[in-house]
Each structure stands twice: as C-alpha cells, then as structure tokens.
C-alpha cells in the first residue's frame, strides 16, 4: 500500500531533461523530491504537487526523496500533440507511459535475426559495480561501451546520476533501457533485442547490464533482484556473446554471506548454464566460487579506481567508499580490465 502527501513547490533544480529534484512544502515540513517530466509534467515554483511518501515512511534507501505522483497545477500535453511508439512500459500502473522502441522500427527488422559476433558482455549485480567496470574498459581501450538497465530496481533511468556522471566523463557512450525499465537513448522490449541493438544499430564494442539503483534484498537465497544475472550471462551466450561475470566481493561487509565472494554471486554462478568469464583481482580468495567457469586474475585493478577519482567521479556501495571497501570496486574494476576475447 502506497502513501502520499500533497504540498507546494519551493524550488526546483534539473538533473537534466529528464528529472528534477524538488523542495516541497508539506504542512510544517520542507521535504526533498523527484519529478519525470516525462511522466507528470515539468514542475515549477508554486505547483501544488502530490507525492508518493511509500519509501520515505518506511525509511528504505531513495536517497531521502519523496516521488512525484501528479502535477495538481498543470494539465498533461493532450494525445494527439505528442508522438509515440506503441509499448508502453511501466504497465497497468497510473503512472505508464508510451515509448518508441527499436523493436518496432522498420529500419532495424533485420537485426533481430543476427547474433552478438563475440561482443563482451558485463553483467553485474549492484547499480554501483558499473562505474569501476566502465572505467575498467576504458582504460582496456573500449570508447563506445552501452550501458542496458534492466527492469529488476528502478525503473526511470533518470534515477541514476552515477550514469549520467559516467557518460559525461565518456565512459559510456549510450543507455539503453529494457522491460519495464525506461528512459534510456534507446528502448527496447526485452535484453535479447538490447544486446543486439548495442551490437548492430548503435555499434557499440562492448555492454554492461545491471539493475538500476534500488537493489532488493531479503536475506535468503534466491530472494534478492540481483539474481538476474543468472539470465544475463545466459542470454548473452545463447546469442553469441562473450558472458563476463561481474563479481560481488567485500572485505567490509559485516554480514558473513557477502564477505569475500558474495553467496549472490555464486548463487547467480551455479544457477548460470553457461561458462562465463569470471575476473577477479589478483590474489582474492575463490573460496565458494561454483566450478564450470573460467576464473581470470587481473592485476592493476586501482588503475580504473584511479581513474573514475581524477574524472571526479564518486562512487558509493552500501554506503561504502572504495577506501571503505577496496575490494568490492577492485572486483568490479577487474570485470572492465580482463583480457576479453
């Protein structure tokens, strides 16, 4: 069950086209929160705005900000002004929209029929190991690198500054967004038809996958959204690509299920048909590691640290810096600077 609350606009300041944050009013309180123009409408000082408060109530980790449920002030652009593909994402919910994906343009018809020639695949588990793993493969010579954001955590693409960081530096080239997930450069319907559009339409040399912000996590087994990339690392093998595991690692995490090798990776790894590439960085314990995989030793992992500190890039895991954890970002940096087919 959602809860809302409305209020009044004090100040807004973009993140970009695609997302404002906002100072809100509500009653005595002056509360932190997003709005998608492409869902409600821009906002301006003075709106009186609906909020959903569901994740600040339950005190879950946002980044402290209620989200936009309707702009009370302003009405939406009506239909027929607007042009729009016919797949709608976010499906069933108030808050779905109407995209244009590249399945259902002519011109790419040919494309879902050819496979991914060997193209390096890094699927990871944490929004955060994307950083490191695309500074990995830029210093491995990787310059046009697509990032595909799956439907597992957020769903607005928009969510995530750490991507809009990573391509203002020129460590990712372009986003595409798949599933329910939205808010991409390109939108596709399901992984298979991202992989390939990365490969052929927007020739990209190399992809990462992983969920948006906002990882889900229960504690048991099977209970936690990471567990796609199981289905990641297989997609890409099943349409010819290279499959690299990036590895979920801590030397700081106080629970024992996430120190050294996480049991989310290696669930994922038993769980995945496929031999996958596994890089770790050099000298970490393979303690629980699932047989069946190709582990690499990549050496120099700070290199890509380094090089994410001097685009001033920072980056958090958990709320952990890489001098908090090392090895987690050592372990995600090593995914970009394996020695890929």
């Excluded at 989200?67 to 239909?79: D, E, G, I, Q």
């Excluded at 990995?136 to 439907?151: E, I, W």
């Excluded at 595409?176 to 319907?189: D, H, P, R």
Aim: hydrophobic residues 40%.
């Amino acid at each position: 069950m959602q809860t809302q609350a409305a209020g009044k606009v004090l100040a807004v300041s973009a993140w970009d086209d695609d997302a404002q944050e906002l100072t809100v009013r509500i009653e005595m309180e002056t509360r932190k929160a997003v709005n998608y123009p492409a869902l409600t409408g821009p906002a301006q000082p003075g709106d009186e705005v609906l909020l959903n408060t569901t994740a600040q109530v339950l005190k879950l980790g946002t980044g402290g900000f209620d989200f936009v449920s309707a702009n009370l002030s302003h009405a939406l652009p009506k239909p027929e002004t607007l042009e729009m593909g016919h797949i709608i994402k976010a499906r069933y919910l108030p808050c779905q929209l109407a995209v244009l994906t590249l399945e259902e343009q002519e011109q790419y018809a040919d494309v879902w029929e050819r496979d991914l020639e060997n193209l390096p695949v890094l699927s990871g588990q944490l929004h955060s190991q994307i950083a490191p793993a695309a500074a990995g493969l830029f210093l491995s010579g990787k310059r046009k690198v697509a990032y595909v954001m799956t439907d597992a955590a957020a769903l607005p693409l928009a969510f995530s500054r750490l991507v809009r960081d990573l391509k203002a530096a020129g460590f990712l080239h372009t986003t595409l967004t798949c599933g329910q997930a939205f808010g991409g450069n390109s939108e596709t319907v399901t992984l298979h038809s991202a992989l390939l559009a990365a490969k052929h339409i927007l020739e990209c040399d190399a992809v990462i996958v992983c969920q948006g912000p906002g990882n889900a996590g229960t504690g048991t087994k099977y209970g936690f959204s990471g567990i796609e990339q199981a289905h990641h690392l297989d997609t890409t093998k099943a349409l010819g690509g290279q499959s690299v595991a990036i590895v979920r690692m801590s030397s700081s995490d106080k629970r024992t299920r996430h120190q050294g090798i996480s049991h989310h990776t290696r669930t994922t790894l038993d769980l995945a048909y496929s031999r996958c590439l596994v890089p770790l960085p050099m000298g970490a314990d393979t303690s629980g590691l699932p047989p069946g995989h190709t582990v690499q030793f990549v050496p120099n992992t700070q290199s890509a640290l380094d090089l994410l500190t001097e685009a001033g890039i920072t980056v958090t895991s958990m709320g952990r810096s890489p001098a908090e954890d090392p090895l987690f970002f050592h372990a995600a940096a090593a995914a970009g600077l394996a020695n890929l087919e």
